[in-house]
């Protein structure tokens, strides 16, 4: 076991300084050359030698688990996807992606040539390889999606790979403690002590080993510490020992972790042109820069490559051979696969869509897909406030004071193929922006494989909260970034919310943002439900003219849809026209169809809103975000009322009337829009 280990770490390491710093000659089968090497090396070496002994534990043994037990890897740094290409590379699993990067020779020179732009895959880590599960860009969050991962999978333990400089970001600092709501959770993380974060001393690289076993029994963890430097035997068996004993003590309900100390870079050049590089911040990217046009530089990387013994590795064609070829025989990657529970099922509550309060109708929705299985809800400690407290002692409720936690969770739990939500405030909705991004830029990478959607309900907006509590910009910042995936959600009253979660949460490959007030309990004619879930929008006969109207007001959401019901005849009556009323559930049907999958055509759009007729738009968010979907598409007067920063705090009537959402307010913005109509005419 041990030299396997050894053999799958000198291997990986050693494909990984080859793309970084060649382009041929890469199993040096000859003297190395100013040809062979890359003009420009790009990419980061300081994490290749820990992560590669880390990941070689890792997959041996997952070999050994007994039966019914799967080990998990999942790498949490970006700039650890070197390691993960080169292991791609030595299973053969490159090749099944990419027939180009076939694994002997001429395919490793392939690689390397196009690294770091390959062919589609990049440089980082990516979902479809191996240990690629948690979505990167977002430093911090491979624990709590690692957790999400393996929660309620019985015999699946998840064994995340960290960075030091990881564990200083608040997500990884709650994620620890975090975990003691996850009672069914195991998860093995190996906290790679380097040292250093990119640019300077990590915290944790300044405690010894005392400090690192005390700072994690604080958090509920049992600590494990190996310290590595020359990959030697008796190193290579502290690190497997440790690691099968954190396993088992994992696997049967205890907390442990391993923390593997070492020196940034070690193995590789101490010192480059006088400055020392091993044990430095320089150590972070590739260290022989120069090494094309440098002959000292070169001969340092080529003793640096002959320090892995290559031929021991591989025969000339670039095959695996000897202890290699064992330990890849002996090694098994577990990919996360998806649950078993699938195809997910269908809408619950569409045709019944019950409930008269926004508590009501919501859990109703979420305890009918409870008693089909593979649900989760979490929420920042906001279930009572958000009329849920029935739900807060239900085994599949999960409350923890740490939104980017939380996501972490879902989007680990979604990625096994599981349903789930998060529900919390719009206000604080924007600290996920970043971790959303970043999942969704992931899903778009993991071609073919489908999973249910990432769901938020967020409630409590700043149209009836305090100052502070007022903040839409998380679903603003979502319909900018075009994300055919993303759906904004507005329905109007408690059973259209219901309705949206019910259809969100039976939904694939999406990122729904359900936003309505947990105050709600107005509820509209049901009549036209149907047509709004189908199309995004609909007309509401109750509220509006026959005939071509001489004005159409749009409403997005429930304090719109009321403002709307008691400001129609008011304008009716005062500005003596015709009035239509259509409601929007889905805010993306307004963007062009080239962009959104639920956009509508202009043809379409007249259909609704009426061939020329000017448009006001009463929506709870940014007006911004509509006017970005709209994009001038209209050709017609339009006016959006929405939300602005108010200055200071002040009661929700003042607010209403400051921001025009009153009857007040609409009437000066429909008088503004059937005036420049009646003027151009």
């Known amino acids: 076991m041990t030299s396997q280990a050894n053999a799958l770490w000198r291997a990986a390491t050693y494909i990984s300084v080859v793309l970084l710093h060649l382009n041929d000659n890469v199993l040096l089968a000859e003297p190395l050359e100013a040809g062979h090497v890359k003009p420009r090396p790009s990419g980061h070496w300081g994490t290749v030698p820990g992560t590669a002994l880390a990941l070689a534990h890792i997959v041996l043994a997952a070999g050994e688990a007994p039966p019914g037990r799967e080990v998990v890897p999942v790498l949490g740094a970006g700039h650890a996807g070197v390691v993960q290409l080169a292991f791609?590379?030595?299973?053969?699993?490159?090749?099944?992606?990419?027939?180009?990067?076939?694994?002997?020779?001429?395919?490793?020179?392939?690689?390397?040539?196009?690294?770091?732009?390959?062919?589609?895959?990049?440089?980082?880590?990516?979902?479809?390889?191996?240990?690629?599960?948690?979505?990167?860009?977002?430093?911090?969050?491979?624990?709590?999606?690692?957790?999400?991962?393996?929660?309620?999978?019985?015999?699946?333990?998840?064994?995340?790979?960290?960075?030091?400089?990881?564990?200083?970001?608040?997500?990884?600092?709650?994620?620890?403690?975090?975990?003691?709501?996850?009672?069914?959770?195991?998860?093995?993380?190996?906290?790679?002590?380097?040292?250093?974060?990119?640019?300077?001393?990590?915290?944790?690289?300044?405690?010894?080993?005392?400090?690192?076993?005390?700072?994690?029994?604080?958090?509920?963890?049992?600590?494990?510490?190996?310290?590595?430097?020359?990959?030697?035997?008796?190193?290579?068996?502290?690190?497997?020992?440790?690691?099968?004993?954190?396993?088992?003590?994992?696997?049967?309900?205890?907390?442990?972790?391993?923390?593997?100390?070492?020196?940034?870079?070690?193995?590789?050049?101490?010192?480059?042109?006088?400055?020392?590089?091993?044990?430095?911040?320089?150590?972070?990217?590739?260290?022989?820069?120069?090494?094309?046009?440098?002959?000292?530089?070169?001969?340092?990387?080529?003793?640096w490559l002959a320090s892995y013994r290559p031929a021991e590795l591989f025969d000339g064609s670039g095959q695996p051979a000897g202890d290699l070829a064992d330990a890849l025989g002996a090694a098994r990657w577990h990919l996360a696969a998806r649950h078993a529970k699938t195809p997910w099922p269908s809408p619950f509550h569409t045709r019944n869509p019950g409930g008269d309060r926004f508590g009501h109708a919501i859990a109703k929705v979420l305890r009918g897909h409870a008693a089909v299985g593979d649900l989760r809800v979490f929420s920042p400690d906001e279930l009572a406030s958000n009329h849920l407290a029935e739900l807060q002692d239900e085994p599949w409720v999960s409350e923890v004071l740490a939104e980017e936690v939380l996501l972490g969770w879902l989007s680990g739990w979604t990625a096994s193929g599981r349903r789930g939500v998060l529900i919390s405030y719009e206000a604080f909705s924007p600290l996920l922006a970043a971790g959303i991004v970043g999942h969704s830029k992931h899903r778009r990478l993991a071609v073919g494989k489908p999973s249910p959607s990432l769901n938020l309900l967020l409630t409590s907006y700043g149209w009836h909260n305090v100052y502070t509590h007022g903040d839409p910009s998380l679903a603003s910042m979502l319909l900018a970034t075009g994300d055919p995936a993303v759906r904004v959600l507005t329905p109007a009253d408690p059973r259209r919310a219901a309705v949206a979660l019910d259809e969100s949460l039976g939904s694939v490959g999406r990122i729904n943002v359900l936003i309505v007030g947990k105050h709600a309990t107005v509820n509209h004619p049901t009549a036209t439900i149907s047509e709004e879930q189908r199309h995004g929008l609909a007309v509401w006969p109750h509220l509006s003219d026959d005939g071509e109207p001489g004005l159409t007001v749009v409403v997005a959401g429930d304090l719109p849809a009321d403002v709307a019901t008691a400001?129609?005849?008011?304008?009716?009556?005062?500005?003596?026209?015709?009035?239509?009323?259509?409601?929007?559930?889905?805010?993306?049907?307004?963007?062009?169809?080239?962009?959104?999958?639920?956009?509508?055509?202009?043809?379409?759009?007249?259909?609704?809103?009426?061939?020329?007729?000017?448009?006001?738009?009463?929506?709870?968010?940014?007006?911004?975000?509509?006017?970005?979907?709209?994009?001038?598409?209209?050709?017609?007067?339009?006016?959006?009322?929405?939300?602005?920063?108010?200055?200071?705090?002040?009661?929700?009537?003042?607010?209403?009337?400051?921001?025009?959402?009153?009857?007040?307010?609409?009437?000066?913005?429909?008088?503004?829009?059937?005036?420049?109509?009646?003027?151009?005419?």
């Open 88 to 303: 791609a590379w030595l299973t053969g699993e490159l090749a099944m992606l990419r027939p180009q990067y076939s694994r002997d020779a001429q395919g490793l020179a392939r690689l390397a040539r196009d690294f770091p732009e390959t062919d589609g895959l990049g440089s980082e880590v990516h979902p479809l390889l191996a240990a690629g599960a948690a979505p990167g860009g977002c430093l911090g969050g491979v624990l709590a999606f690692s957790h999400g991962l393996a929660a309620d999978f019985p015999g699946r333990v998840v064994v995340p790979v960290i960075g030091d400089g990881e564990c200083e970001t608040p997500t990884t600092a709650a994620s620890w403690l975090a975990a003691r709501v996850l009672q069914n959770s195991a998860v093995v993380p190996i906290v790679h002590v380097n040292g250093f974060r990119m640019g300077d001393r990590s915290l944790l690289g300044g405690m010894d080993d005392a400090q690192l076993r005390a700072y994690a029994a604080g958090l509920g963890w049992r600590g494990r510490v190996v310290d590595v430097g020359a990959a030697s035997d008796d190193e290579h068996c502290a690190f497997r020992t440790a690691l099968s004993e954190a396993l088992e003590e994992s696997a049967g309900g205890d907390r442990a972790a391993v923390f593997l100390r070492c020196v940034k870079g070690w193995s590789g050049p101490e010192t480059v042109g006088g400055q020392r590089v091993l044990g430095t911040a320089h150590a972070h990217k590739t260290p022989l820069s120069g090494a094309r046009y440098d002959e000292f530089q070169r001969k340092q990387l080529e003793e």
């Open 567 to 681: 400001s129609v005849p008011v304008i009716r009556e005062k500005l003596g026209c015709r009035v239509r009323v259509v409601s929007v559930l889905d805010l993306t049907v307004l963007g062009d169809p080239a962009v959104w999958p639920r956009g509508l055509a202009d043809s379409e759009l007249d259909g609704y809103l009426g061939r020329h007729v000017p448009v006001l738009v009463v929506t709870l968010g940014h007006p911004a975000a509509v006017w970005g979907l709209l994009g001038g598409r209209l050709g017609r007067p339009v006016e959006v009322v929405g939300w602005r920063e108010p200055l200071q705090p002040a009661p929700q009537v003042v607010l209403a009337h400051e921001l025009g959402l009153d009857p007040a307010g609409l009437l000066r913005a429909a008088r503004r829009l059937v005036d420049r109509k009646r003027e151009a005419a």
